[in-house]
């Protein structure tokens, strides 16, 4: 009898313009962790959402079990075992976690809340978690969010589990309790399709891993029997020999000070940066790195503390005032609050900008699609045309329209929530020269990260938090992962 549950053959789907998938076949089988790699654009998702039934191949064929598929649908996929969780989460946010694991099932014509609750608390303490279940979802943090997820999809008893990214929004004692229960799903024979751009947990958690690169596959790896460095190239078509470019910029006078900054969770913060310098935020999830960024940039209330721009004293109450001062925030949800996904990028490229291309009120067109045009080129963002929806580009180009939108506004401190979160290895990159020649410019870059390489890479000098306040600080020839972590933990 076979172990494969799960194989696709000969998929294609093509969109307008683009071949997001060219004749795929690929097999998964019983009780495996298996991987998907590939750049942004590389078809992961659509493959993913084949599978899941949520779109329809122009050709080939999918077999769950012993049954075959030329299409499928969401209700049908459920039918066989099939659940996603997707990077954007599907959850009920007025609803509360029993509700949304429960979603659907009743008892007769009734709902039985007491069952309902049972069944989520019996779920939870299967996978090792205390879960308030009565709470309403949108009071959870997003890594709780994200375990509900998990739960749901047990709930429902999936024979085959789709995981995109579940990691991002995960600390890393939250990412080894998920690895736990992905481990005890593995030991019942459900199989696990593990998309992720973080190799240590591929090697950490998967037993294959298959690459595809522009719509088509490429090859699949055990990955006992294969490196980082083999698998990046399979991925890019090329060797990415410094993921983390040189960087020698000229350090400057004193852009921005923080002086005792509290609010939003935060408390007595004090810090600094200079020009062409990148400052590392650090700290685990929950230690008020975003919270840090949000007060800085006006989006949240301050309850105390000074802030100095050039020297000069300044208030920063709204974003408004925050941009008006040369102070531009990348976000750590980019699709949420970085940009207009049903916009088109020339718009996105200006809502930042908007008084600097108007008179009168009046935007001017010209100015308007030249900003764009400029942006565009710089950044190297690849879309068909400026006209181009935002919510329509991958994940690494979405995120440089985010960029390009801070620039326009003329920013001299640039901070970086998460820049590299969900996207792929070659993207990063990308990323990371444009972070070192925006600190050539004269740029002040601070950067929030949570993964620890990106973070010793990129940094000049690190801050890390530790439940709302500052644990330590770091010289570039003080950096060590373990010292990092022991602060951040809160034993230092």
Known sequence: MSDVVLSVKNISKIYPGVVA??????????????????????????????????????????????QTFKEL???LAKDCGVEVIYQEFNLF???????????????????????????????????????????????????????????????????????????????????????????KLKSKGVTIIYISHRMDEIFEIA???????????????????????????????RSLNQIYPEKNCKIGKKVLEVKNYSGNGDHDISFDIH??????????????????????????KKESGELYVDGKKVDIRLPSDAIKNGIGLIPEDRKLQGCFLSKEVYWNCSIASIKKISRNLVVNINKEIDQANHYTKILDIKTPSIFQRVKNLSGGNQQKVVIAKTLAANSKVL??????????????????????????????????????????????????????????????????????????????
Not at 103 to 129: A, H, S
Request: aromatic share 4%.
């Open 73 to 75: 649908n969401p209700h």
């Open 21 to 66: 998938l060219d004749k795929v076949s690929l097999e998964f089988k019983k009780g495996e962790v298996h991987a998907l790699l590939g750049e942004n654009g590389a078809g992961k998702s659509t493959l993913i959402k084949i599978i899941a039934g949520a779109v329809i191949p122009e050709e080939g064929e999918i077999t769950i079990g012993d």
């Open 275 to 300: 020009e062409g310098e990148i400052l590392g935020l650090a700290g685990l999830v929950g230690a008020g790195r975003t919270e840090l960024a949000r007060l800085v940039f006006g989006a949240d």
């Open 207 to 237: 037993d294959r891993v298959s690459v595809l690169r522009d719509g088509q596959y490429i090859d699949t790896k055990s990955t006992k029997e294969t490196t980082i460095g083999e698998l990046i190239k399979l991925m890019v078509g």
């Open 93 to 183: 946010d007025t609803l509360t976690v029993a509700e949304n694991i429960c979603f659907g099932e009743k008892d007769g014509r009734l709902v039985n809340y007491k069952t309902m609750q049972d069944k989520t608390k019996r779920i939870f303490t299967d996978m090792g978690i205390e879960m308030d279940v009565n709470q309403k979802v949108y009071n959870l943090p997003t890594a709780q969010k994200q375990l509900v997820e998990i739960g749901k999809s047990i709930s429902r008893d999936a024979k085959i589990l789709i995981m995109d990214e579940p990691s991002a929004p995960l600390s890393v004692s939250e990412i080894e309790k998920m690895f736990e229960i992905i481990r």
């Open 415 to 492: 901070i970086f929530d998460e820049p590299t979160r969900g996207i792929d290895v070659g993207a990063k990159q990308e990323i990371y020269h444009l972070m070192v020649e925006l600190a050539k410019q004269g740029k002040a870059i601070i950067m929030i990260t949570s993964e620890m390489p990106e973070l010793l890479g990129m940094s000049d000098r690190i801050i890390v938090l530790y439940e709302g306040k500052t644990a330590g600080e770091l010289s570039r020839d003080e950096f060590n992962q373990d010292r990092v972590l022991e602060l951040a933990s809160g034993i230092l």
